[in-house]
């Protein structure tokens, strides 16, 4: 299952995955129309449109997640996310015997696997100055035991799922 979580305040703009398959179709939410209803939103989720774009906001520590359950293995995840305080997870690869996620703050972004459950193994982390309130896009791709984790186009990490070794990074700006 796909979720976003929330611990302080977000604004997602838009949610694209992509099964790196070929015969598998795209999944794709602007948050355009809410009578699509692709989303169980906790309380402190809140759709917002206005004329020109419709945005995902949350606040507190809350979930949104996507009702379907793909049975994605290998998949691109992209969206755009605006920061205004406090941090967000994307959790991806979510199943029966744990998670990953990557997770943003305005000081870190890190890359986190829990399992088994209860059990939480840093994989990757980058300590950072992020600009609060500035729109920024994310992809997270999944293939295989690889992940790549992108910030605006730039590989922020590239960890094997096997490999067991942490990656970690000097402080950098977002």
């Not at 520590?61 to 994307?90: C, F, K, M, N």
């Not at 035991?145 to 990656?167: A, H, N, P, Q």
Request: proline share 2%; aromatic share 12%.
């Amino acid at each position: 299952m796909s979720s976003v979580r929330l611990i302080a305040g977000l604004i997602v703009s838009s949610f694209f995955a992509i099964g790196l398959q070929a015969q598998e179709l795209p999944f794709l939410d602007g948050f355009d129309d809410p009578a699509d209803d692709l989303w169980t939103l906790e309380r402190g989720w809140q759709l917002h449109a206005d004329e020109n774009v419709s945005t995902l906001h949350g606040r507190g520590h809350s979930w949104a997640r996507l009702r379907a359950e793909p049975q994605w293995s290998d998949y691109a995840l992209r969206t755009r996310i605006s920061l205004d305080v406090g941090g967000i997870h994307i959790v991806f690869r979510h199943g029966e015997q744990g998670r990953y996620f990557f997770g943003v703050r305005d000081d870190v972004a890190y890359l986190q696997k829990e399992s088994p459950w209860g059990t939480f193994k840093e994989l990757a982390i980058r300590e950072q100055d992020m600009e609060l309130g500035r729109w920024f896009d994310v992809e997270i791709r999944a293939q295989r035991g690889r992940l790549r984790i992108y910030r605006d186009e730039e590989l922020l990490f590239d960890v094997s799922g096997s490999s067991g070794r942490r990656e970690r990074h000097k402080k950098d700006s977002w």
